[in-house]
């Protein structure tokens, strides 16, 4: 069964302030993926890696790093938070098989004050 | 450009009822589409992709290549069908989802 975890579920920080948002898979998955979840805006791809060190730009980079030191482990990177990066922020992963599902984290809801 | 609509934010139907969660897709090539499904308090999960043509939870999706659509269908609904429901849309030879905004069925009993 794969599993996909996020280091926090929920999280509140301040404007100006660094933020690390990390998701770690157990299914050695080549692909994972970071994305905010907004109403009526849907899930929308802020970054995407195909392997380590590999990353690339989704529909929404801006504001945003990612780091992808080790095959499991994917980390979503806001240098200086503000307060339109309050989103609920979803993780998932993929293997690199024909017809591949995304495999999804729990989600951490971020508050920037 | 490719993109995924959903017309509907919220679709409410009494339980019993039929049920259609409307999803459209533009894109130039031969897609592939799923339905992701996310519960209250649940993870977003994959409920079905047209490529199985497979019935989960009695939810079926036919794919329509000159509607470009992709609509989820279940003939009688029930209170645990509630939850958010996105269409999603693969394009040949990458790995990402394009994801439409979601649709919120509520049940009622």
């Known amino acids: 069964d794969v599993k996909v975890t996020q280091s926090s579920r929920y999280l509140v920080k301040r404007t100006g302030e660094k933020v690390f948002l990390e998701c770690v898979q157990d299914?050695?998955?080549?692909?994972m993926f970071w994305y905010r979840q907004d109403p009526g805006l849907g899930l929308r791809l802020i970054y995407f890696?195909?392997?380590?060190?590999?990353?690339e730009k989704g529909d929404i980079p801006e504001g945003y790093s990612v780091s992808r030191e080790k095959k499991e482990r994917f980390s979503l990177i806001l240098e200086s938070a503000s307060t339109n990066q309050t989103s609920m922020y979803l993780c998932?992963?993929?293997?690199?098989?024909?017809?591949?599902?995304?495999?999804f984290g729990p989600g951490t809801r971020l508050t920037v004050l | 450009a490719q993109r995924v609509t959903q017309p509907e934010k919220l679709l409410s139907v009494f339980k019993g009822a039929p049920v259609e969660l409307k999803c459209n897709y533009s894109?130039?090539?031969?897609?592939?589409l799923f339905w992701y499904v996310q519960y209250s308090r649940q993870r977003l999960q994959l409920l079905l992709r047209?490529?199985s043509r497979e019935s989960i939870k009695g939810f079926t999706a036919d794919l329509n290549k000159g509607e470009t659509s992709f609509h989820l269908k279940k003939p009688f609904a029930q209170e645990e069908d509630s939850a958010m429901y996105y269409c999603?849309?693969?394009?040949?030879?990458?790995?990402?989802?394009?994801f439409g905004t979601g649709t919120r069925l509520q049940v009622f009993p």
């Open positions: 998932a992963s993929a293997g690199t098989a024909a017809h591949n599902e995304q495999f």
């Open positions: 299914m050695d998955h080549e692909n």
């Open positions: 890696s195909y392997d380590v060190k590999m990353k």
């Open positions: 894109y130039s090539g031969s897609p592939e």
């Open positions: 047209h490529i």
């Open positions: 999603a849309l693969r394009a040949l030879g990458t790995d990402k989802l394009i």
